[in-house]
């Protein structure tokens, strides 16, 4: 996870009002809902466990919703109205964080819940800023109120979190022979029986291009002997090849980039840095096809 500070700002003004709150206070949870309900709507049958994770979170958010538009409307006579206010509420849910985890192949229930830990964390720290701000004590009071709430969903989170992290574990240590722990060698090889066999479903441009990215340009000692002598395409229908090969070239960059962090001498960590560069290049590529390709 990023190393960085939980808020990339803090509110720049005190909170005048008790509609001005409310209106922050359901700005952020709608953004959430509709963040985490993209990636719950996900079409992709292989990211299944993650989107039921976003199921839950956009759910939650949505509840956030309708639960603050009725204390809103309770207290200010109104519901929540962008019009009170006065600087753009902070984001607690990022783009950027959103986009890391629809885009990666390897995202997990432990990474969505540990997004949305962070998440209310976030929330937490937000409201604590306003309430040390707040002049108004019915703004302080209420804002209280928010980061407790903040506070009991974030050790919810962390304990689905949890959660996900032994099933992780456990299901790592039945397949400690599978791919997923396979040497970047074996990775190569696996990937360009993947690549052979997504390459028979394309048209010929496509199918040149994907053809294109093949192990040559990498030193003798990351081939096999059975990737020197010819490649075998690999079995499945097209879409598990897909997600397999996209998969699988991730893995590969993040292990070149681990290799190029942890190398001990000047040659490792360069060799290292140029395959992961190389690796990030196809990776990109590799998606760039696959949303070309894909069923309409």
């Known amino acids: 996870m990023r190393k960085e500070p939980l808020l990339t700002a803090v509110p720049p003004a005190p909170v005048a009002s008790l509609s001005e709150l409310y209106a922050i206070a359901f700005d952020q949870a709608q953004k959430a809902t509709q963040r985490y309900g993209a990636l719950a709507a996900q079409p992709d049958e292989g990211r299944r466990p993650v989107r039921a994770v976003f199921v839950v979170l956009s759910a939650r958010e949505r509840e956030r919703c309708d639960s603050l538009s009725a204390a809103c409307l309770a207290?200010?006579?109104?519901?929540p109205d962008g019009s009170d206010l006065r600087w753009a509420p902070i984001d607690l849910v990022t783009a950027e964080e959103i986009a890391d985890i629809g885009n990666s192949s390897l995202s997990t229930p432990y990474t969505a819940w540990a997004l949305a830990a962070r998440q209310r964390q976030r929330a937490f720290v937000f409201w604590t800023y306003v309430i040390a701000l707040a002049e108004n004590p019915q703004v302080r009071l209420t804002a209280e109120n928010l980061a407790r709430e903040a506070l009991s969903d974030g050790n919810r989170w962390r304990r689905e979190r949890r959660l996900?992290?032994?099933?992780?574990?456990?299901?790592?240590?039945?397949?400690?022979?599978?791919?997923?722990?396979?040497?970047?060698?074996?990775?190569e090889s696996l990937l360009l029986r993947d690549i052979i066999a997504w390459a028979q479903g394309l048209t010929p441009a496509q199918r040149d291009q994907l053809l294109a990215m093949d192990p040559s340009r990498l030193p003798p000692h990351f081939l096999t002997p059975s990737d020197q002598s010819g490649i075998e395409p690999a079995s499945g229908d097209i879409e598990q090849i897909k997600r397999r090969a996209l998969r699988r070239a991730e893995q590969l960059s993040n292990i070149y980039l681990d290799q190029a962090d942890s190398a001990d001498d000047q040659s490792r960590m360069e060799l290292a840095q140029k395959l992961a560069a190389g690796s990030i290049m196809r990776l990109a590529s590799l998606r760039n096809i696959a949303a070309a390709s894909a069923s309409p």
């Open 75 to 79: 207290a200010c006579g109104k519901r």
């Open 164 to 187: 996900a992290w032994r099933t992780a574990k456990t299901e790592a240590g039945e397949m400690a022979t599978s791919d997923e722990s396979a040497s970047a060698a074996l990775l």
